[in-house]
Nanobody, 122 residues
Framework: VQLVESGGGLVQAGGSLRLSCAAS????????MGWFRQAPGKDREFVAG???????VYADSVKGRFTISRDNVKNTAYLQMSSLKPEDTAVYYC?????????????????WGQGTELTVSS
């Protein structure tokens, strides 16, 4: 499976942006998907995950501001981000989990995209 993220860019604090993660090579509807991010000098961290059924889990730092969703027909996952803060600045990665569940642990993911960069200016 190949994952390609898009939608990153430069946005002012308080703004909104939507990231997309398009999967190809295999249908991913049976697998959980997740978004992670890595800020400069920091470890990659879990942001949000969605199960094959559409159940979602969020990191506390983004709860109420970010929404993860998926379109199994389009084989695509999304991350709608609003009320963005400078601390959201990072490279955002999409991952495909090894099963249908949501996992906040990157070690269970079998495929990763190349990442898309988000910069939030203050």
């Amino acid at each position: 499976v190949q994952l390609v993220e898009s939608g990153g860019g430069l946005v002012q604090a308080g703004g909104s942006l939507r990231l997309s993660c398009a999967a190809s090579g295999r249908a991913v509807l049976a697998y959980g998907m997740g978004w992670f991010r890595q800020a400069p000098g920091k470890d990659r961290e879990f942001v949000a995950g969605v199960s094959w059924r559409g159940n979602t889990v969020y990191a506390d730092s983004v709860k109420g501001r970010f929404t993860i969703s998926r379109d199994n027909v389009k084989n695509t996952a999304y991350l709608q981000m609003s009320s963005l803060k400078p601390e959201d600045t990072a490279v955002y990665y999409c991952g495909l989990n090894s099963d249908s569940s949501i996992s906040p642990s990157g070690s269970t993911y079998t495929s990763w995209g190349q990442g898309t960069e988000l910069t939030v200016s203050s």
